[in-house]
């Protein structure tokens, strides 16, 4: 089967750096996304690896281990409005296997 | 904005009833699927459809159904409503059939209250 998890909750302080971790277990692999998802609206994509090592895209980046089941997605330079759910996911690897989300990581920013 | 439309945006009903919810995904995506996302809960993927076809069934209920039309818009149906229904309805679509990890792109929902 397939699953993914992920922290509940994290809290940083604005201008700091979080790693919000994702390990996910499945029998096939095609890859991993993070989504951004602020309360009530629409995720949005942030990133997609599918091979080893870290993905930079501006104060984002995105970490992946095929080896260990591992992902993080690190965000710099933290500010007000990054406060809410990343979500890491699991696409199908087969015409059997479809995509999964992990439940999310809240994440809150204080001054 | 994604390029996806979701109608309508808020929707209140009383169990027992069916509603529909209908989804209009971003011009040359192919793929559309629709997630429940219940207060502070996770996405829970509920079916896909590709090209008119479906193409992956995730945790959807029996009351519920769907369908994309040969115009690629699809349609939720929730049937027999419960108050455990009462969630956010997504809607998002790619351009394959994401076997490739095709980004999805979502819609801004249906907010579904079952009274």
């Known amino acids: 089967g397939q699953n993914i998890d992920q922290p509940t909750e994290m809290t940083a302080t604005e201008g700091a750096i979080v790693q919000i971790n994702c390990t996910y277990q499945?029998?096939?692999?095609?890859?991993l996304f993070w989504y951004q998802q602020h309360a009530g609206e629409a995720p949005t994509f942030l990133s997609y690896?599918?091979?080893?090592g870290l993905e930079e895209k501006g104060r984002f980046s995105s970490f992946l281990s095929r080896s260990k089941g591992y992902s993080y997605l690190l965000l710099k330079e933290l500010q007000m409005k990054d406060s809410a759910s990343y979500l890491c996911?699991?696409?199908?690897?087969?015409?059997?296997?479809?995509?999964?989300f992990g439940s999310g990581t809240r994440l809150s920013i204080r001054p | 904005d994604s390029g996806v439309t979701q109608t309508p945006k808020h929707l209140i009903t009383a169990t027992g009833q069916r509603v529909t919810l209908r989804c209009s995904p971003r011009?040359?995506?192919?793929?559309v699927y629709w997630y429940q996302q219940s207060l502070d809960q996770g996405l829970q993927f509920l079916i896909q459809?590709?090209?008119?076809?479906?193409?992956a069934k995730g945790n959807i209920l029996e009351r519920f159904s769907a369908q994309q039309f040969p115009d690629l818009h699809s349609e939720l149906n929730l049937s027999s409503l419960e108050l455990g229904d009462s969630a956010l309805y997504f809607c998002?679509?790619?351009?394959?059939?994401?076997?490739?990890?095709?980004?999805?792109?979502f819609g801004p929902g249906t907010r579904l209250t079952v009274l």
């Open positions: 998002a679509s790619s351009v394959g059939r994401d076997r490739a990890g095709n980004e999805q792109f």
């Open positions: 499945t029998s096939g692999f095609n890859g």
């Open positions: 690896n599918v091979l080893d």
């Open positions: 996911a699991v696409p199908p690897y087969s015409s059997a296997s479809k995509i999964i």
């Open positions: 011009s040359g995506d192919l793929s």
């Open positions: 459809y590709y090209n008119g076809e479906e193409r």
